[in-house]
Nanobody, 123 residues
Framework: QVQLVESGGGLVQAGGSLTLSCAAS????????RAWFRQAPGKEREFVAA???????YYADSVKGRFTISGDNAKNAVYLQMNSLKPEDTDVYYC?????????????????WGQGTQVTVSS
């Protein structure tokens, strides 16, 4: 079992930056594919970024060049650095992990999820 806890969300002005953290426990999460998704009320969960065990990273087109996903094996954590934030980035952000993921951008591929952290970008 893997437990994931996100932190770092908050209110920021457009153009600003935030770093989200996802602390894992129970298993060494660097052995898992890890991802960030986001979800607005009434909408489906949307892929943001993912990192494979190899360290290779993947991004949604909407965040490419602005967001960076990274892992810290020593801290058993994964991060999402978000720069040049836009109002449309406002969502609840979720950390996810799974030992075997074929389709990184598909939420149903992930077994373990955090509780989410709210990010609000004001214009």
């Amino acid at each position: 079992q893997v437990q994931l806890v996100e932190s770092g969300g908050g209110l920021v002005q457009a153009g600003g930056s935030l770093t989200l953290s996802c602390a894992a426990s129970g298993r060494t999460v660097s052995d898992y594919a890890r991802a960030w998704f986001r979800q607005a009320p009434g909408k489906e969960r949307e892929f943001v970024a993912a990192i494979r065990v190899s360290g290779r990273t993947y991004y949604a087109d909407s965040v490419k060049g602005r967001f960076t996903i990274s892992g810290d094996n020593a801290k058993n954590a994964v991060y999402l650095q978000m720069n040049s934030l836009k109002p449309e980035d406002t969502d609840v952000y979720y950390c996810a992990a799974d030992a075997s993921v074929a389709r990184l951008a598909v939420a149903d591929e992930y077994t373990y999820w955090g509780q989410g952290t709210q990010v609000t970008v004001s214009s």
